[in-house]
């Protein structure tokens, strides 16, 4: 494994970003009521931008899956609006990586956390995912 992660480092950092639409609301994914932001696409904005902040520097045939998340969702956020997120490598352990996430709209802090992504080999999970079926 120590190949695989020669390329990642703390620090690394990766950012995504929308802009707050009927689709992406509370009632739209079935998270509640209010037409805001809902938590569920927060969420989904946070590990986006942690895999941006490494996607790229792993070699072909490896990849990233999230297997822990621990986030706040404190402010609400009205459609229009952008919001982004911001994950950082704070630590490596192994084919764990651990990310600070921040997430944000054009007016305040609206979430935060942290993130674990752990390093895989995709065939090798492919094959366990098809081992997981019922056989015909």
């Known amino acids: 494994m120590p190949n695989v992660i020669e390329r990642l480092h703390t620090g ?3 950012r995504a970003e929308i802009v707050v639409a009927e689709w992406h609301t509370a009632p739209h994914v079935g998270s509640g009521h209010v037409h805001v ?3 569920p696409v ?3 904005l946070m590990e986006a931008a942690a895999l941006q902040a490494v996607d790229g520097l792993l070699p072909a045939g490896f990849q990233t899956v999230g297997t822990r998340l621990d986030i706040r969702h ?3 956020t009205p459609v229009g609006l952008r919001a982004s997120a911001r994950a950082e490598v704070v630590a ?3 084919r764990t990586l651990t990310f600070r996430l921040e997430a ?3 007016r305040e802090p609206i979430g935060d956390g942290t ?3 752990i ?3 995709v065939a090798r999970f492919d094959q366990r995912i098809q081992d997981k079926l019922p056989k015909p």
């Open 42 to 44: 927060m969420v989904n």
């Open 115 to 117: 993130h674990e992504r």
């Open 74 to 76: 404190f402010a609400a």
């Open 12 to 14: 690394l950092a990766g």
């Open 37 to 39: 932001l809902a938590t």
């Open 119 to 121: 390093i895989i080999n």
């Open 104 to 106: 944000s709209d054009e």
């Open 92 to 94: 490596i352990e192994g």
